[in-house]
């Protein structure tokens, strides 16, 4: 079985580990879930063999009691002692830009549209500064530019962002077709309008309270990151959004100030027992369904906004 992380880099990753493997069962965990819940743990234990890609999952270890299991990823980790492979060269100290980038090395793959899409959806514009990885280069030479790749990483990740967990397995084959297959995929142009109209009303519905943006949502999608972006960079004000789903309250803070530092509330969100993550410029966090106004509250009273 392959187990791979539900955005464009875990598709690619997925479609290049078939290339090089042949056929096997996929999965991906429950899109938000950056962990299997017993449900899925389940699933995947009855499989002899454990392929995971592009993701960190604290289960691994616990798999290896049902499993031979092979991970292969860029996120900061830790080594799993019992797996059968463990190749992530951020357990040597260097970060790879995709998880396509880390299968391209180890399996002698050739840089080509699934590599590049990898790097493309994770990095996006950065990609176009990556030194290392010339990928975008090689890609022009073959007439694929920029903004396809980045139109097609829009048009996967689109699944996941509308919850479609099926649709992002299925979408590991439409990648194995080649890029033309994505670009004209017109379900996934669907999700985009409807993504893209979804964002605009809840951007929209945000208030301004002096110098910040502050949305309280309620949206079963995953789209709370895109919409605090949006606030952010387009509207140009630190956002704070709380969205109420069914089973978890989502929290972000986004600041496009450059002074802004995101870092203590991510160890203060921690410290409250939530499972909280981002960098300097943002942090998410997900919530016990109805905290969200408490993490709220508490960060305005940090911030002194
Ligand atoms: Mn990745």
Aim: include cysteine; proline fraction near 4%.
């Amino acid at each position: 079985m392959i187990i791979h992380h539900w955005d464009t880099d875990g598709i690619a990753s997925a479609a290049i580990f078939i290339k090089k493997r042949g056929e096997d069962k996929l999965f991906t965990p429950k899109i938000g879930n950056f962990f299997l819940d017993e449900g899925d743990f389940h699933t995947v234990a009855k499989s002899e063999r454990i392929n995971i890609l592009d993701m960190n999952l604290p289960d691994a270890g616990r798999l290896c009691e049902h499993a031979e299991v092979y991970i292969y990823d860029h996120h900061r980790a830790e080594r799993v002692d019992c797996a059968k492979e463990h190749y992530n060269p951020y357990l040597r100290g260097e970060h790879y830009p995709s998880c396509t980038t880390v299968l391209m090395e180890r399996f002698e793959y050739p840089p080509d549209y699934l590599v590049a899409l990898g790097v493309v959806g994770d990095l996006g514009p950065k990609a176009k500064e990556l030194k290392r990885w010339d990928i975008l280069k090689t890609m022009e030479k073959k007439g694929i530019t920029y903004d396809m790749l980045k139109r097609a990483a829009e048009l996967l990740d689109s699944s996941f962002k509308l919850m479609k967990r099926d649709e992002v397995v299925e979408n590991v084959h439409l990648v194995l077709q080649g890029l033309d297959a994505i670009l004209s995929a017109e379900h996934l142009q669907k999700n985009v309008e409807k993504i893209n109209a979804e964002i605009d009303n809840w951007v929209s519905k945000a208030e301004l309270r002096g110098h910040y943006y502050f949305l309280k949502m309620r949206s079963p999608y995953q789209l709370i990151s895109a919409i605090t972006r949006k606030l952010a960079w387009e509207l140009g004000k630190p956002a704070i959004v709380v969205n109420e789903k069914e089973d978890r309250d989502e929290f972000y803070i986004r600041s496009p100030d450059a002074n802004f530092n995101a870092l203590p509330l991510i160890d203060m969100a921690k410290t409250m027992g939530y499972r909280a993550g981002g960098k300097r410029e943002v942090m998410g966090a997900i919530l016990p369904k109805g905290e969200g106004d408490k993490l709220a509250q508490k960060v305005l009273e940090v911030l002194k906004w």
